[in-house]
Structures are given as structure tokens and as C-alpha cells.
């Protein structure tokens, strides 16, 4: 079997990665099974020269990490990967810095660690390079030399062609991408949207899954990304999850709890969300101490303008609905801005009738799953979830919207508040069966099998 090396901007934990959920426990199992290595970022930010790559291996699984400089930090991850990449790549044209000393600054980080995993790697090793900080790192390996199987995995939407072409450097990167074997994308939207560019900005040809431009083929292909849900029930289930959630429940006085948990991103459509609130709360006076919506939304990319902003809107609006609607025993919305254990996490979802998603733009959306799996089997709550995750593909039996239709997502809340128990049931093991079939693990298998396949295919021909 090959070993796997998987390369990301964060290397996670190895040993929180339960705690830290979603792609770390995924990728840690994958690397444990193959005996393998993980590069990457340490998260550490240094003043000058990051070049030492520190290595610590435990439980048969490498960490090899390099740090950033503070340029770096502040222009090829603040800079080019989260403020010109993810609002492009989420269609936020009009939050989207085109500044051309971030995207030499991506390159030259880019470069500089691909050339620092060069000597780590074995000649049969499959690389897996994960989303949207490292597009250009396997062409950079070719460069120098690398002729092991490459894939390549994008974890956010990618966007349509006339929003791809705005970026002045689009060519290049997608000529960059075609140094993968493998490219795999969330949705089959993401891989059509591709496929669209590459035929026709790059003249490219498709056969099958594969598509041949600049000299190259490669195989392109959706993997959507899933959750543990099995474990991820049991975590929601036990003694520890229900004590917070206990807690909470008698603070709400058995009302009908609402909750929203993401990070704090303008992509999540969390104003919306509050907007929709308090149209709820204006259109159905019957909602009126009877209903509590929590949000949970902790700080992320606090450097970058649209973050703090975001973070100033939303307590306004938090304070102005609580403001106008609260009675002395009743407080309609909660807002809580800092992150909270899985845990935790787990028994909250699991206590709340509505799980409310309505991201304006997702690659795929792992709180909509993790509601689902939470949920009490004979008596399961509604999942509210918007058209524009790239989750809604796999979980039709949710309630789905439109997030920018604030009267219609409050109409489908008051739907959700009173469905029935055996349409809440129906839905739910539906839901819960998608979650079970096409689990993380499956999604990491099917991925690195692929690539290990489309080696040997490489070989025979
Ligand atoms: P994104 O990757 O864009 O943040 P996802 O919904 O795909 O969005 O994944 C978010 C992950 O972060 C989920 O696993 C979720 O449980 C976790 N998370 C989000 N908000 C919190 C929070 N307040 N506390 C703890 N975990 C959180």
C-alpha cells in the first residue's frame, strides 16, 4: 500500500482530532491506515526566515510543519487566499482585493513549500493537497521534479466562469491545476463549472470524468465531503453532551429552540438569518415567547476588514431584535460569539427543534450533517437548510430556501415549528441515511482510491 502524504495550509492535531471533528479526524484516520505524512503550516508566525521544517511522528503518522513569515501571513493567507480567493470563489466580487502583491506572495509561498516537501517524499507516495491556499502547489512540485500521483481536493464552491475570468491571473492557475492526476470538488455543480472554463477558456477536451488542456489530462470528479455521523449521534447522546443542553433548556423554559452555529463569515448569510428572525417574530405573533433562537458564532480571519465589520453588524442586530421584541421573561435571540466544544455542540443541536443553515454560498456545509446525526431518533428536529450549500444535493428531506427570501425562510420556520412527529421522523431517518452511506471515511477512501487506481492505469498504459 503507498503511503499518503497530505498537504494543507493547517496541519491538525493528531491527537485532538476528535475534538477538532471534520477534515483533521478524516485525514488523521486515512494517514494512521497508510502509515503516513502530513504537511503543511505549523500556525506559527515568525518575523524572518521560516524555512526549517520541524518533523514529529507519532502512532506511525508524520507532522512535517514550516512557519510563515508575517509578510506572508498578512499577504498570501490574509492577502491572496482569504481575501481575493474565498469571496471570489463565494461570488463576493464586491469583497474581493485584486491586489497583485498577494498573488506573488501566494506564489512564492507556494514554491517555497513545495520545494521544502520535496525531500521528504518516496518515490511511490500519493499526494493528497487540499483547497484553495495551495492551487498551484503541484505544478510547483513538477517543477521541481516530483513524478509521484498528485490529486488535488477543493473544499469551497468553485465559481462560474464569467466570476472565475475576473481574476487577472485565472489562466495560470487553472493551467496549475492541470498539473494534478486528480482533481476532486464537493458537488457536481463545482465539477461542471470546471469542466465549463477549461473547454471553453482553455480549449480543452473532455472524455468521460477526464479532461485533456495545456498538455495535460486529468481526472475530475465530485467527492462530497461527509461527517462521523455515527459517532458523532453518540457524542450527542451521552450523559456529557445532555448536561449543557440541560442547562440551556432551563433557560428557555422548554420553548422551541432555534439554533444556527457557524463560523463568524460573511458567506453563512448569518445577517439574513437574523433579518429572517425577526420577520418570523413580526409576521406570527403567535411566535412570541414560545420560540428562542440561539446563534453560535465565533471569530474567524478577525484580521481582515469584512470580518470585523460582519461582527459590529451582527451585535447590532442581535440588540435591536432583543431590543424590540424581548418580554422581562423572554429573550428571542441568543448570541453567542466565541466557539464551543463538539461536545457540547453535539447536545445542543440535539435539544433544538429547528437547525437553521442558509449560507448564501457553501462548498458543502458540515453543521447541516451534524444537526441531522445529533438528533433524537423518536423525536427528531427540522433542518432548515439553504438552497446555495452544496450539502442541499445529498439532503433533499431537509426544509429547503432561499436565504435572500427573508419572508419565505420565516414562513418555512413556522412550517418547521409545527410539523408533525411522523413527517419529523420520516424526514429524519431519510436525512440520516444519506449521512451514514456516504460517511467521512468513505469520502477519504474514495478519494485517495481513486488516485491510487489512476496510478495504476498510468502504469499499465
Ligand atoms: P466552514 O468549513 O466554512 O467553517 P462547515 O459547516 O463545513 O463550514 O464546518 C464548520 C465546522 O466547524 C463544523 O464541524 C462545526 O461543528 C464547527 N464549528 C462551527 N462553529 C462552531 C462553534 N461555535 N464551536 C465549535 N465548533 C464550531
Redesign the pocket.
Known sequence: MSRLVAVSNRVGSLRGATRA??LAVALAEALQTRRGLWFGWSGEVVEQSADQVRRQTAGGVTRATVDLTTVEHDDYYNGFANACLWPLFHYRLDLTSFDRRFYDSYQRVNRRFAHALIPLLRDDDLVWVHDYHLLPFGDMLRDAGCEQKLGFFL?IPFPVREVFTTLPMHDRLARALMAYDLIGFQTDGDVQRFRDYVLREAGGRRDGDTLTAYGRTVTVKAFPIG?DAEQFAEMAASDEAGRDAARLKAAIFNRVQIIG???L?Y??GIPERFHAYQTLLENYPDTHGQISFLQ???T?RGEVPEYIHLRHELETLAGHINGRFAQLDWTPLRY?N?????RQ?AGLYRMSRIGFVTPLR???????K?YVAAQDPDDPGVLVLSRFAGSVKQMPAALIVNPYDTAGVAETLQKARHMPLAERCARYQELMKGLIENNVGKWSDDFVGTLERLGAEMALA
Open positions: 471533528g471534520g473544499h461527517i452555529v457557524d463560523r463569515d458567506t453563512k453560535i458564532a465565533p474567524s453567542i466565541r466557539a464551543i466544544t463538539r455542540l457553501d462548498g458543502m456545509n458540515l453543521v447541516a451534524e
